[in-house]
């Protein structure tokens, strides 16, 4: 089946939340009920930021424990720096790497009130097919 239904699914790395501090999303299992999702895609969406800033860290891990950065090279886009001006926005960044295991992480810094936002990864073309939906 090639339709998106069957070969795509979404999960939360980073809850929707205001924050003045630095934060580790969920690890997301790229091998979520044997599927082997070959792509991975982070998007991070943002309501109201209020100051600072809120730096974004793609990461890696063999063992959803140990989590490092992921190579530049293994990103397609640029990880954003979210700042006052970035109210409602809506940023995406492609991981090319082999890990099982991903997370978004936020480095928070000069934040009195913060910001809002959270961010999802889509994982996308898997090895078995259709996708088992929770």
């Known amino acids: 089946m090639k ?4 070969n795509v699914t979404v999960r ?6 205001t924050r003045t501090a630095s934060a580790n999303g969920t690890g ?3 091998y979520l009920n044997g599927a082997g999702f070959q792509d991975c895609m982070f998007i991070v969406h943002t309501g109201t930021i209020t100051d600072g800033t809120h730096a974004i860290d793609v990461q890696e891990s063999d063992d959803n424990t140990t989590f490092t950065s992921a ?3 293994d990103l397609q886009g640029t990880e954003p720096s979210i700042g006052a001006t970035d109210d409602n ?3 995406v ?3 090319k790497g082999t890990k099982r295991y991903v997370r978004l992480a936020v480095t928070a810094s000069g934040t009195t009130s913060g910001g809002t936002y959270g961010a999802s990864v889509l994982l996308a073309n898997p090895r078995v097919a ?5």
């Open 3 to 6: 339709d998106a239904y069957s």
């Open 12 to 17: 939360e790395t980073l809850a929707i939340a």
């Open 28 to 30: 997301v299992d790229r």
């Open 71 to 73: 190579a530049s090279s």
């Open 89 to 91: 926005k809506m940023y």
């Open 93 to 95: 960044v492609g991981y």
């Open 130 to 134: 259709p996708v088992v939906h929770p």
